[in-house]
T-cell receptor, first 115, second 111 residues
Framework: GAGVSQTPSNKVTEKGKYVELRCDPISGHTALYWYRQSLGQGPEFLIY????????DSGLPNDRFFAVRPEGSVSTLKIQRTERGDSAVYLCASSSGGTSYNEQFFGPGTRLTVL | DAKTTQPPSMDCAEGRAANLPCNHSTISGNEYVYWYRQIHSQGPQYIIH???NNETNEMASLIITEDRKSSTLILPHATLRDTAVYYC????????????FGKGITLSVRP
């Protein structure tokens, strides 16, 4: 079946602009995660959804970052007033929540470049 | 979640076993050891996990020491496609919690 998909694959924007990044999880997966990865670093947790609600948003760096998952499936990560430091690969993952180990399946990521 | 320590890099010859070490000396009794890998320009991929017994699947074997303070991921016959960053992560199982990644170990498989 289809894996996690993310769009766009690449996004170039200018400092101060608003961007939206989309994640389509594996069908039926109730848990959805956002991470971001800077060059040479491991992925860093941002937010986790269980269904429609954000169960843990402790990783969001500041109030310019916001994410939604209104119908418990597709999620959108929104970044306002982008800064050059926001440049990174944004990864989305989903899990079924039904297994004892809750393997997370990752998408290919969206590479965001803020000029 | 407990912290893990991995060397930054290692290499091995194609066809040979790759043994990737990980230290997790502060692991708690209810925390599992997970391994993920990330091939260049792709998202991380789950490999294997274990609590205290050794585990094996089609991708790899996981050896956990008796005191659970360290573990080794074994790729029995490394191929060029196994070149990737490998992350050792400690996490409470059964919870839909975040994964806390370190920098991982970069494995380079040479021809």
């Amino acid at each position: 079946g289809a894996g996690v998909s993310q769009t766009p694959s690449n996004k170039v924007t200018e400092k101060g602009k608003y961007v939206e990044l989309r994640c389509d999880p594996i069908s039926g997966h109730t848990a959805l995660y956002w991470y971001r990865q800077s060059l040479g670093q491991g992925p860093e947790f941002l937010i986790y959804f269980q269904g429609t609600g954000a169960a843990d948003d402790s990783g969001l760096p500041n109030d310019r970052f916001f994410a939604v998952r209104p119908e418990g499936s597709v999620s959108t990560l929104k970044i306002q007033r982008t800064e050059r430091g926001d440049s990174a690969v944004y990864l989305c993952a989903s899990s079924s929540g039904g297994t004892s180990y809750n393997e997370q399946f990752f998408g290919p990521g969206t590479r965001l470049t803020v000029l | 979640d407990a912290k893990t320590t991995q060397p930054p890099s290692m290499d091995c010859a194609e066809g040979r076993a790759a043994n990737l070490p990980c230290n997790h000396s502060t692991i708690s009794g209810n925390e599992y050891v997970y391994w993920y890998r990330q091939i260049h320009s792709q998202g991380p991929q789950y490999i294997i996990h274990g609590l205290k017994n050794n585990e094996t699947n089609e991708m790899a074997s996981l050896i956990i020491t008796e005191d659970r303070k360290s573990s080794t991921l074994i790729l029995p016959h490394a191929t060029l496609r196994d070149t990737a960053v490998y992350y050792c992560i400690v996490r409470v199982a059964g919870a839909n919690s975040k994964l806390t990644f370190g920098k991982g170990i970069t494995l380079s498989v040479r021809p």
